[in-house]
């Protein structure tokens, strides 16, 4: 089965402008991604997520899917794994410009997104591979991505709270 969407004819200016948006005006930009979202079926959107986000292929991103079954015809599926990897390339202002707006519009889940974001975190901290500074700095911009989602989520936000305590920041003991 041949899944390589049909270029649209305006998939260019489209990309041009939510690159433009993305770089001056990320305000604007949410507000854009989910008119274009709304907009596409679900082909021309994998295609828009590839090229705005400088993303392999939609086969490439389905051959990584680590044990997932991914329907590609599934617009939120599609959107969660492009969301993966931006976050795991550490596009982490990238990933967040994309789901914040479509979550807040009611198109893409929060639990998805917030489950994302936590199983990255236990995958990273338990990764022996990274250096432990760096590692320690992403899991907590992931953290605190989760936070936002939902800052009732208890593991999280003990994870976030001994963090605070053993780095002795005050202000983020005090907004835990």
């Given at each position: 089965?041949?899944?390589?969407?049909?270029?649209?004819?305006?998939?260019?200016?489209?990309?041009?402008?939510?690159?433009?948006?993305?770089?001056?005006?990320?305000?604007?930009?949410?507000?854009?991604?989910?008119?274009?979202?709304?907009?596409?079926?679900t082909a021309d959107w994998v295609e828009?997520?590839?090229?705005?986000y400088d993303l392999p292929s939609i086969?490439?991103?389905?051959?990584?899917?680590?044990?997932?079954?991914?329907?590609?015809?599934?617009?939120?599926?599609?959107?969660?794994?492009?969301?993966?990897?931006?976050?795991?390339?550490?596009?982490?202002?990238?990933?967040?410009?994309?789901?914040?707006?479509l979550i807040q519009a009611g198109i893409?889940?929060?639990?998805?997104?917030?489950?994302?974001?936590?199983?990255?975190?236990?995958?990273?901290?338990?990764?022996?591979?990274?250096?432990?500074?760096?590692?320690?700095?992403?899991?907590?911009?992931?953290?605190?991505?989760?936070?936002?989602?939902?800052?009732?989520?208890?593991?999280?936000?003990?994870?976030?709270?001994?963090?605070?305590?053993?780095?002795?920041?005050?202000?983020?003991?005090?907004?835990?």
């Amino acid at each position: 089965m041949n899944t390589t969407p049909v270029p649209i004819p305006h998939l260019a200016s489209l990309v041009s402008e939510g690159k433009t948006l993305l770089s001056q005006d990320p305000d604007q930009f949410g507000a854009w991604i989910v008119a274009v979202y709304q907009e596409q079926e679900t082909a021309d959107w994998v295609e828009l997520l590839h090229r705005l986000y400088d993303l392999p292929s939609i086969e490439q991103l389905l051959s990584t899917a680590s044990s997932q079954t991914i329907d590609y015809a599934d617009q939120i599926a599609v959107t969660v794994l492009a969301l993966q990897k931006l976050l795991v390339s550490n596009q982490l202002r990238l990933a967040y410009l994309l789901y914040t707006p479509l979550i807040q519009a009611g198109i893409l889940p929060c639990e998805k997104v917030l489950d994302l974001l936590l199983s990255l975190v236990n995958r990273l901290e338990n990764s022996p591979t990274r250096n432990p500074e760096q590692r320690f700095q992403v899991c907590l911009q992931l953290r605190e991505m989760a936070f936002e989602l939902d800052p009732s989520q208890r593991d999280n936000l003990q994870a976030l709270m001994f963090r605070a305590l053993q780095t002795n920041d005050e202000l983020a003991v005090v907004l835990y």
